[in-house]
């Protein structure tokens, strides 16, 4: 039974309080009926209690409560890391131009300026951010993954940005600390798993605050332990033997193994045997 219609094309996330909110982000790559290249974020209050109400932004009577334009689109937004400073959390969105960007709902909603909705916005990444997750147990935290291979993981309430160069997998990664904005940190420091490519997702475990995993298009998925900054185990798909290397036209790593699209943690168990992948498939 279909109970709401959103009239987007776009990238989405509920809101993590108890009011019905929901966040849709202009998803890039793709067009929408009005072929526009205009890019919003929106926040929607869907009524489930008024069934004639199903379909939302199709006309002026079922318009978001709240919206910022961007210069960007979105390949991934999050919400998350709710506490007494901001009531209605942090949106956290992967941006199609490399950009992390962090807004605050609240300000949205009550239609602020939008310059005072944007918390914070920076190149954290070299190439588009299609991996995000906030940490269910340390809400503070947010993981971020990239095209190029890059795995960095954020207290999302700090908006200090520290660029830390490490020459050794040329790449960056920030952590944002009022308190102490020195010590940048990612999840293997000065080491990079060979494993992956193009980062898809990343997913924190529901029980384990300090494990994170991530998907990639290489056909690999990597566990991580935070507190031991090391890769406790790689997962490849064995649909398909072959050899690492990038990812060709069919939506196939070279050598023959499928990319992950997506990576999700079993809800109560904490073992890497209940992590699951989704193969992506090209029709």
Known sequence: MKLKEIHRTATIAWSPTSTPFIATGTVAGALDESFSNESQLEIWQPDFMNKDEIYLGADVDSKPIGFVTDTSRFNRIAWG????DRLHGVIAAGMEDGEL???????????ADPSESLILRNTIHTGPVRGLDFNPIQTNLLSSGAVSGEVSYTPSYYIHATPFDDASTHKQVYIWDLNDPSKPYSPTPGNRSSKLDEIT???WNQQVQYVLAGASSSGFSVVWDLRGKR???ALAY???????GGTVGSGMAIGGRRGMSAIAWHPDNVSGSYLVGLCLLIV
């Open 81 to 84: 890391q709710v506490h007494k």
């Open 101 to 111: 960007a962090l807004w605050d709902p609240a300000k949205i909603i009550a239609h």
């Open 201 to 203: 997702s990343v997913a």
């Open 231 to 233: 890769e406790v185990v």
């Open 238 to 244: 064995g649909g398909g033997a072959g050899t690492l």
